[in-house]
T-cell receptor, first 115, second 110 residues
Framework: DTGVSQDPRHKITKRGQNVTFRCDPISEHNRLYWYRQTLGQGPEFLTYFQNEAQLEKSRLLSNRFSAERPKGSFSTLEIQRTEQGDSAMYLC?????????????FGAGSRLTVL | QKEVEQNSGPLSVPEGAIASLNCTYSDRVSQSFFWYRQYSGKSPELIMSIYSNGDKEDGRFTAQLNKASQYVSLLIRDSQPSDSATYLCAVDTGRRALTFGSGTRLQVQP
């Protein structure tokens, strides 16, 4: 296992289209997080899973965004009817609950450009 | 007031100097504090964590925490051009997800 994997690395889409990102966490990590990062800003929390349960969603998360982690392993983040303001880097991170402190390991990110 | 505040920089230091990066946070119940380094176009990578008041040293890096002042800092000794990056302060507020500052861009001049 080489870490957190994200796919695709880059996605260019037209406004109004749907996009889906996939994240494969480190295999023994039961917690998975999605963050969004725009230029000049720090990562902004979107949502979080413990195993297959989605335990928290940011109030900033539009209803056009949906995330799943059906078997407690990989996760998908779907954005429906994309808008130009959705252009950002979408970061996935994972951690093991039993590791104590909230130390996250990030994937390389999926960069979305909405034209 | 932002939950985690950092000066956006850029902070420019000459090679070999000490770089000092600062962060303040608003939630007094915060327990864990982290510094991540992010190179342009890359994802954040953890470089330091600190949980109790005082200093914690790891190689050229020293993290300092003062909970009474709600202040965290990162010192980088003998700065190298390869240290040029954005440094993100992150705070565990107990809401299960880390809260990040907007980052400080560090430039180390050769």
């Amino acid at each position: 296992d080489t870490g957190v994997s994200q796919d695709p690395r880059h996605k260019i889409t037209k406004r109004g289209q749907n996009v889906t990102f996939r994240c494969d966490p480190i295999s023994e990590h039961n917690r998975l997080y999605w963050y969004r990062q725009t230029l000049g800003q720090g990562p902004e929390f979107l949502t979080y899973f413990q195993n297959e349960a989605q335990l928290e969603k940011s109030r900033l998360l539009s209803n056009r965004f949906s995330a799943e982690r059906p078997k407690g392993s990989f996760s998908t983040l779907e954005i429906q009817r994309t808008e130009q303001g959705d252009s950002a880097m979408y970061l996935c991170a994972s951690r093991q609950q039993s590791s104590g402190a909230n130390v996250l390991t990030f994937g390389a990110g999926s960069r979305l450009t909405v034209l | 007031q932002k939950e985690v505040e950092q000066n956006s920089g850029p902070l420019s230091v000459p090679e070999g100097a000490i770089a000092s990066l600062n962060c303040t946070y608003s939630d007094r119940v915060s327990q864990s504090f982290f510094w991540y380094r992010q190179y342009s176009g890359k994802s954040p990578e953890l470089i330091m964590s600190i949980y109790s008041n005082g200093d914690k040293e790891d190689g050229r890096f020293t993290a300092q925490l003062n909970k009474a002042s709600q202040y965290v800092s990162l010192l980088i000794r003998d700065s190298q051009p390869s240290d040029s990056a954005t440094y993100l302060c992150a705070v565990d507020t107990g809401r299960r997800a880390l809260t990040f500052g907007s980052g400080t861009r560090l430039q180390v001049q050769p």
